[in-house]
């Protein structure tokens, strides 16, 4: 089955205690993506990579790192969790292909991760 | 700075009737547009996708798109009580008129389908 998957799905933890959420996906994309969801602001990207290697900031990158060191998986790092990182998270992947203004690049959802930072 | 636009709803119909769900974008060199629907606490599924003006339809929904107004819509018909979720409308970001792969996301319209 084509998916994306996340791990943990739930976690509680304290400041300052670092911790990875991973992401896995199985369909060979090239693009993927991390994403918070918080009420009334909306889904907003963290970081983003195109390929292999090749990763860069979002929207709201700051107190975030990533890696992608195989094609597959994207984990996301938090150094030094705060409480203003309690959220709901979203790894996401689509084909990354693009030509001219177009990519029809539809992008697949991971279940989610609640983070709470107390 | 490139937006998305929606009614945060509620928008409430009742059960059988047709919910119409509207969308409009800053980014007038955007190519691709999508429609996510979220059940609370749920992730984002992708429900429709849509490049070109016009209407394209998948059995219940119909998602329409009007570049040069910078406006696209999803239209629910005969609507049911499973489909009252929260709606996303999602644009691609174009640099220099190229496709990026990062997806803008309006706030969503919370729509509630009354039995």
């Known amino acids: 089955e084509a998916q994306v998957t996340q791990n943990p799905r739930y976690l509680i933890t304290v400041t300052g205690k670092k911790l990875t959420v991973t992401c896995s996906q199985n369909m060979n994309h090239e693009y993927m993506s991390w994403y918070r969801q918080d009420p009334g602001l909306g889904l907003r990207q963290i970081y983003y990579s195109m390929n292999v290697e090749v990763t860069d900031k979002g929207d709201v990158p700051e107190g975030y790192k990533v890696s992608r060191k195989e094609k597959r998986n994207f984990p996301l790092i938090l150094e030094s969790p705060s409480p203003n990182q309690t959220s709901l998270y979203f790894c996401?992947?689509?084909?990354?292909?693009?030509?001219?203004?177009?990519?029809?690049?539809?992008?697949?959802f991971g279940p989610g991760t609640r983070l709470t930072v107390l | 700075q490139k937006e998305v636009e929606q009614n945060s709803g509620p928008l409430s119909v009742p059960e059988g009737a047709i919910a119409s769900l509207n969308c409009t974008y800053s980014d007038r060199g955007s190519q691709s547009f999508f429609w996510y629907r979220q059940y609370s606490g749920k992730s984002p599924e992708l429900i429709m996708s849509?490049?070109?003006?016009g209407d394209k339809e998948d059995g219940r929904f119909t998602a329409q798109l009007n570049k040069a107004s910078q406006y696209v819509s999803l239209l629910i018909r005969d609507s049911q009580p499973s489909d009252s979720a929260t709606y996303l409308c999602?644009?691609?970001?174009?640099?220099?008129?190229?496709?990026?792969?990062?997806?803008?996301f309006g706030t969503g319209t919370l729509l509630a389908v009354q039995p």
């Open positions: 849509i490049y070109s003006n």
């Open positions: 996401a992947s689509s084909l990354g292909e693009a030509s001219g203004g177009f990519s029809y690049n539809e992008q697949f």
């Open positions: 999602a644009v691609e970001a174009i640099f220099y008129g190229g496709a990026t792969n990062k997806l803008i």
